[in-house]
């Protein structure tokens, strides 16, 4: 299902921060946020899993209005993982679980607990299962965060920095346990990363925004380095190692 952003404006206490922002995510294919600090992109996700109002504009999941969605509706369409989770007392397994709770009457049935074993032993959490996440490494937290949305099932993804605190591995796990949900269940996915030789890698299309405003949408084809420059501020050199693209920073842009 489709979730896109028509002409959304987002202030915080009256300073605008996103200024008429459309996009749309594509289900089936992953579309990577990308931009400097402080350009709105986690606003952005934000809006668009409707964790804040715009104050102008709407975003709709499927052709419809998310005002009009109930709360258990949203919860079972959208999950948004923020960049840092909050250490609480409850277990990796129970965590996880809260992602079948749009789904589920009281109780978890038996779908729940096996969507919920599924998804903990793809991305290697089972032998954490029962320790609290207050004991987990950040990594392992963010692992955890990404299961739990997974659990979901969601219609639309949406992940901020989602491989920050994960090594190599993890990182290549996490994007392919993703992609394969995003291919087999036709997710709308977004994804804010800053690396932009895992975004090639990881991402479709690309939304590139600066200062609160969509400056281009490609897809990697597209994604040149002199939009690089433009946006980031960076020279670029793009190519391909193992056949794989790779974006080396060469230097700080002059000023134009
Ligand atoms: P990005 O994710 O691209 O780094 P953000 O969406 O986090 O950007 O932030 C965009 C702008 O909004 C920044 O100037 C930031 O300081 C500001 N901002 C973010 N969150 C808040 C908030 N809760 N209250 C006020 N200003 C905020």
Redesign the pocket.
């Known amino acids: 299902m489709s979730l896109a952003a028509e002409n959304v404006r987002f202030a915080?206490?009256g300073?605008p921060?996103l200024g008429d922002v459309s996009l749309a995510l594509t289900p089936g294919r992953v579309t990577a946020i990308l931009?400097?600090?402080?350009?709105?992109?986690?606003?952005?996700l934000r809006c668009l899993g409707g964790l804040v109002r715009p104050g102008r504009g709407c975003v709709r999941l499927g052709g419809r209005d998310l005002r009009e969605f109930s709360r258990r509706e949203a919860a079972r369409a959208i999950a948004y993982v923020p960049q840092s989770q909050q250490a609480e007392r409850l277990t990796v397994f129970e965590a996880v679980l809260l992602g079948r709770r749009p789904h589920m009457g009281l109780r978890p049935g038996r779908r729940d607990l096996a969507r919920v074993e599924a998804v903990l032993g793809a991305l290697h959490l089972a032998d954490l299962a029962f320790r609290r996440l207050d004991e987990l490494s950040g990594g392992e937290s963010q692992k955890t965060a990404i299961a739990r949305a997974l659990a979901q099932e969601p219609d639309a993804l949406l992940l901020d920095e989602p491989t920050a605190s994960l090594d190599l591995k993890n990182t290549l796990e996490v994007f392919d346990i993703v992609r394969a949900a995003v291919t087999a269940n036709g997710v709308a996915a977004a994804a804010?990363l800053h690396d932009l030789s895992q975004a090639m890698r990881f991402a479709d299309d690309f939304v590139l925004?600066a200062a609160?405003r969509i400056k281009a949408r490609v897809d990697r084809a597209g994604l040149t380095p002199e939009i690089v420059r433009e946006v980031y501020g960076v020279e670029v050199a793009l190519g391909e190692v193992g056949g794989h693209p790779v974006a080396a920073p060469l230097r700080v842009a002059d000023a134009a």
Do not use: F
């Not at 931009?35 to 952005?44: E, R, V």
């Open positions: 915080y206490n300073r921060v931009g400097i600090n402080g350009a709105g992109k986690t606003t952005l804010v925004l609160g």
